[in-house]
């Protein structure tokens, strides 16, 4: 039986790529250590898209990514890590299936690579994130009232729109001490940080945002080396 792609991926639209560029991103996917424990072959029989929430939604299909990956097929391969991978929502409900693959751990590989690689299509899904990475790693908390802005987070819609418009309420119902940290969420510990940051730094997640977005690189490098050698770590983020 044949897969059925969108119509979209019926023909390379990313002509301007060499052919050996899709290769070796593809075997970069395939040596990944948890890609064959993610997958073992494809039934076809629909499960993974039934219980695919973004599969509702979007021009969307799990089984078609591992259907591609399954068979090798390098040039769509690249075409899904630009255009559909993103639509997914790592819910992981494709976990279901019957023969035992991971679609969404597929596509966590397959995110992992683009980011690594510094692809356009993870420049443009991660652009809007950059103020909530920086609040996560700067300080260990997560989105702070003034953050939720329509311009940032256009994909909210309306909800968001209404809650900038009411920031003042919302800083009096959780009231910060300085605006922009939220002492009502949790307080994070240094020794929790500096553990982070060293985990950060030995597993390439700073090297990841360095090609995705080498702005915010630099700001959380700064943040970062100053606490690891107040700390008394010798770290240089190159």
């Known amino acids: ?17 060499a052919d050996e560029e899709k290769e070796r991103l593809f075997n970069e996917i395939k040596a990944d250590i948890r890609f064959n424990g993610y997958l073992y072959g494809c039934y076809e029989c629909g499960v993974c898209v039934a219980a695919c929430p973004s599969a ?3 021009d969307f299909s799990p089984r078609v990514i591992t259907q591609v990956l399954a068979r090798e097929d390098v040039e769509v391969a690249y075409t899904l890590m630009n255009d559909s991978v993103w639509d997914c929502s790592q819910c992981f409900s494709c976990d279901r299936c019957p023969r035992g693959n991971s679609p969404g751990g597929l596509i ?27 609040k996560i790693m700067s300080t260990g908390t997560q989105v702070s009232p003034d953050m939720l802005q329509p311009n940032a987070f256009p994909d909210w819609g309306r909800h968001v729109q209404e809650i900038s418009e009411h920031l003042d309420v919302w800083r009096k119902a959780l009231p910060p001490e300085t ?7 949790w307080q994070v510990e240094e020794k929790t940080l500096v553990e982070l940051y060293l985990i950060w730094h030995m597993t390439g997640v700073m090297d990841m945002i360095k090609e995705v ?16 050698e107040d700390a ?3 770290v240089t983020f190159d």
């Open 232 to 234: 008394g770590y010798d």
């Open 108 to 134: 966590t590989i397959m995110r992992e690579v683009a980011v690594r690689n510094g692809l356009q299509s993870a420049r443009d899904a991660l652009e809007g994130y950059g103020r909530i990475i920086y």
């Open 179 to 185: 605006l922009h940290t939220t002492e009502t969420s």
């Open 213 to 228: 977005d080498e702005g915010l690189f630099m700001i959380l490098q700064d943040v970062m080396e100053e606490r690891l």
């Open 56 to 58: 509702r939604f979007y």
């Open 1 to 17: 039986m044949s897969v059925e792609f969108p119509l979209d991926l019926t023909e390379d639209r990313y002509t301007d790529v």
